[in-house]
């Protein structure tokens, strides 16, 4: 029986086959490195990496595409902004449904620069009041964080709102949309968002390895590396011009190559088609799960708007041993634990045991998902 993929919010899966055609024929024919040479393939990939920041622009309407810095993923993107925008004695302000790749630099730098972290609560489905970040933000705020999506929950919190606020009060916004790009329709500027931070690897459809960073025009980060980028080679200081001040070293070429292949793909299907189809199926999880005994899903209601995460408990048994289960029993793959956000999982009540996370994709299907809902269904019946 072949595997039921229910864990796109880690990592999509499958590819369209664009991307796999981009990275094999950029491996065959011109996998040279970008920007550190004059040669016809060295100009090509360097010409790819390119196209790839136009198509991202586009997709998150950034007005110049050297405002992209590619990372290795999210979790870099989001280490060069926080790392390279806090300074000592600092106020930061951000949610209790923050990933760990947020948390972790923060309370690294509260250790190491003195600086001050507010987490702001969500409720039990990890909807977020703004008026209590409105309350949190005092005159040392510095900046403003914020998951567009929850990755336990799939709750989609009020970026535009809160990029408006930071707008009243001189606040630079950091979005983590680790769960949005893609998926959700995402613009810079509309949002007032000033460093987004994303991969390449889930919702947009490209391969482990990719992501980067948007940084507004305005902003001037400290690089999270040091080194050579193929410009400025005589100047012992790092390159001052972007994209190339936040590059250092050679870059994931065949990755990209097959990234800008996954962004074109979104941006001929459009968000908003694959939200609605993604949104379908989790409504038909949620359904269905629901009306079994013992299963408890988390997050927003039925009906309301949400990414494609259902995240569940069944009974009182732990999440892992309900995953292990579909995987060796059902050949359904999901994620189980604490999923990098044990904030979010206090804000849920579900630290003593962890839960159940089933993320669905573009390519996810109806089959699929009747396959998940009988199957917890049968393992329902037997744990308790």
């Given at each position: 029986?072949?595997?039921?993929?229910?864990?796109?919010?880690?990592?999509?899966?499958?590819?369209?086959?664009?991307?796999?055609?981009?990275?094999?024929?950029?491996?065959?024919?011109?996998?040279?490195?970008?920007?550190?040479?004059?040669?016809?393939?060295?100009?090509?990939?360097?010409?790819?990496?390119?196209?790839?920041?136009?198509?991202?622009?586009?997709?998150?309407?950034?007005?110049?595409?050297?405002?992209?810095?590619?990372?290795?993923?999210?979790?870099?993107?989001?280490?060069?902004?926080?790392?390279?925008?806090?300074?000592?004695?600092?106020?930061?302000?951000?949610?209790?449904?923050?990933?760990?790749?947020?948390?972790?630099?923060?309370?690294?730098?509260?250790?190491?620069?003195?600086?001050?972290?507010?987490?702001?609560?969500?409720?039990?489905?990890?909807?977020?009041?703004?008026?209590?970040?409105a309350a949190a933000i005092t005159t040392n705020t510095k900046l403003l964080v914020c998951s567009h999506s929850s990755n336990l929950l799939g709750s989609i919190l009020?970026?535009?709102?809160?990029?408006?606020?930071?707008?009243?009060?001189?606040?630079?916004?950091?979005?983590?949309?680790?769960?949005?790009?893609?998926?959700?329709?995402?613009?810079?500027?509309?949002?007032?968002?000033?460093?987004?931070?994303?991969?390449?690897?889930?919702?947009?459809?490209?391969?482990?390895?990719?992501?980067?960073?948007?940084?507004?025009?305005?902003?001037?980060?400290?690089?999270?590396?040091?080194?050579?980028?193929?410009?400025?080679?005589?100047?012992?200081?790092?390159?001052?011009?972007?994209?190339?001040?936040?590059?250092?070293?050679?870059?994931?070429?065949?990755?990209?190559?097959?990234?800008?292949?996954?962004?074109?793909?979104?941006?001929?299907?459009?968000?908003?088609?694959?939200?609605?189809?993604?949104?379908?199926?989790?409504?038909?999880?949620?359904?269905?799960?629901?009306?079994?005994?013992?299963?408890?899903?988390?997050?927003?209601?039925?009906?309301?708007?949400?990414?494609?995460?259902?995240?569940?408990?069944?009974?009182?048994?732990?999440?892992?041993?309900?995953?292990?289960?579909?995987?060796?029993?059902?050949?359904?793959?999901?994620?189980?634990?604490?999923?990098?956000?044990?904030?979010?999982?206090?804000?849920?009540?579900?630290?003593?045991?962890?839960?159940?996370?089933?993320?669905?994709?573009?390519?996810?299907?109806?089959?699929?998902?009747?396959?998940?809902?009988?199957?917890?269904?049968?393992?329902?019946?037997?744990?308790?």
């Amino acid at each position: 029986m072949q595997v039921a993929y229910f864990d796109h919010a880690a990592s999509s899966w499958p590819k369209p086959p664009e991307v796999l055609e981009a990275m094999q024929q950029c491996m065959l024919e011109y996998a040279a490195n970008p920007g550190r040479g004059s040669h016809q393939m060295a100009v090509r990939a360097s010409r790819t990496l390119f196209e790839t920041r136009k198509s991202l622009a586009k997709l998150f309407a950034v007005k110049n595409p050297n405002d992209i810095s590619f990372a290795q993923n999210t979790t870099m993107a989001l280490n060069q902004a926080i790392l390279g925008f806090v300074k000592d004695g600092d106020h930061v302000v951000c949610t209790s449904v923050e990933h760990n790749s947020v948390r972790r630099p923060l309370e690294f730098l509260k250790k190491t620069k003195g600086i001050s972290v507010t987490y702001v609560a969500t409720n039990e489905k990890g909807e977020l009041n703004i008026d209590d970040v409105a309350a949190a933000i005092t005159t040392n705020t510095k900046l403003l964080v914020c998951s567009h999506s929850s990755n336990l929950l799939g709750s989609i919190l009020p970026v535009e709102q809160m990029g408006e606020l930071c707008r009243q009060k001189g606040v630079a916004f950091l979005v983590d949309a680790a769960q949005s790009a893609g998926t959700l329709p995402i613009d810079v500027g509309r949002m007032g968002i000033h460093l987004l931070a994303f991969p390449g690897h889930k919702g947009l459809l490209g391969p482990q390895g990719t992501g980067g960073l948007y940084i507004d025009p305005e902003l001037e980060l400290v690089p999270l590396m040091h080194g050579g980028t193929g410009s400025q080679s005589e100047a012992i200081d790092q390159p001052t011009v972007r994209p190339d001040r936040y590059e250092s070293g050679t870059q994931n070429t065949v990755g990209i190559a097959g990234l800008n292949e996954g962004v074109k793909f979104v941006l001929r299907e459009t968000t908003e088609k694959i939200h609605k189809k993604e949104w379908e199926q989790t409504q038909r999880i949620m359904a269905g799960l629901m009306e079994i005994e013992g299963v408890k899903v988390l997050g927003p209601d039925l009906g309301q708007n949400k990414t494609g995460i259902v995240t569940f408990t069944v009974h009182e048994a732990d999440s892992s041993e309900i995953a292990f289960i579909l995987d060796h029993s059902f050949q359904i793959a999901v994620r189980s634990g604490y999923h990098c956000s044990p904030l979010a999982h206090e804000s849920a009540g579900t630290m003593e045991r962890g839960a159940v996370r089933a993320s669905v994709g573009y390519f996810t299907s109806e089959e699929e998902v009747d396959r998940l809902i009988a199957a917890v269904k049968e393992i329902a019946k037997h744990v308790k």
